[in-house]
């Protein structure tokens, strides 16, 4: 799987808009741009995945640059419940037979505050 | 989506012993993978547990030390064999059900 470059931490004000960068320059034309997030002492969860086309979701929208090696993910309208660790990931959709694996890097620490 | 239950939640053993985790999923799945996280790190891939197949474990994992079971669809079970301080982690499930899904996690101090 291609390697992620994610900032170690970033603050953002509640209320307003998070923008979490990463960058993924050696991603491959077949691999997914994943981001999960982890709260204090729960499992990961999933937020959003994309492979070219920008996606929105209820929780999260993503932009993916044309040349695909960079995406930002955008929390709309940061609240306190959203500090966490974020991960982006690179990697083969779930269903293909290859590639299946989730690696986490270091991801963003992002600390919401009021 | 899926929902996952591990138990124990947490745990406190001796070291030499030896400690299982159940994951159970609410739903049928054929992927299933076991995680560890140490103290302030990320999270690193133990093994994937496939229905009817040995496990396939990581660099750096082996059997003898975290043999897993996965008797069916829906359960696996990884054990912490001989367990040392060093092993002192929070040990996640995960199972792919069209997204991949994470339980809560089993969080295991070894003394």
């Known amino acids: 799987d291609a390697k992620t470059t994610q900032p170690p931490s970033m603050d953002c004000a509640e209320g307003r808009a998070a923008n979490l960068p990463c960058n993924h320059s050696t991603i491959s034309g077949n691999e997914y741009v994943y981001w999960y997030r982890q709260i204090h002492s729960q499992g990961p969860q999933y937020i959003i995945h994309g492979l070219k086309n920008n996606e929105t979701n209820e929780m999260a929208s993503l932009i993916i640059t044309e040349d695909r090696k960079s995406s930002t993910l955008i929390l709309p309208h940061a609240t306190l419940r959203d500090t966490a660790v974020y991960y982006c990931?690179?990697?083969?959709?779930?269903?293909?037979?290859?590639?299946?694996?989730?690696?986490f890097g270091g991801g963003t620490r992002v600390l919401v505050k009021p | 989506s899926a929902v996952i239950s591990q138990k124990p939640s947490r745990d406190i053993c001796q070291r030499g012993t030896s400690l299982t985790i159940q994951c159970q999923v609410d739903s049928q799945v054929t992927m299933m993978f076991w995680y560890r996280q140490q103290p302030g790190q990320s999270l690193t891939l133990i093994a994937t547990a496939n229905q009817g197949s040995e496990a396939t474990y990581e660099s750096g994992f082996v059997i003898d030390k975290f043999p897993i079971s996965r008797p069916n669809l829906t359960f696996s079970t990884l054990t912490v064999s001989n367990m040392s301080p060093e092993d002192s982690s929070i040990y996640l499930c995960?199972?792919?059900?069209?997204?991949?899904?994470f339980g809560p996690g089993t969080r295991l101090t070894v003394t």
């Open positions: 995960s199972v792919i059900a069209y997204e991949q899904y």
């Open positions: 990931i690179v990697r083969v959709a779930h269903h293909k037979a290859a590639g299946n694996k989730l690696t």
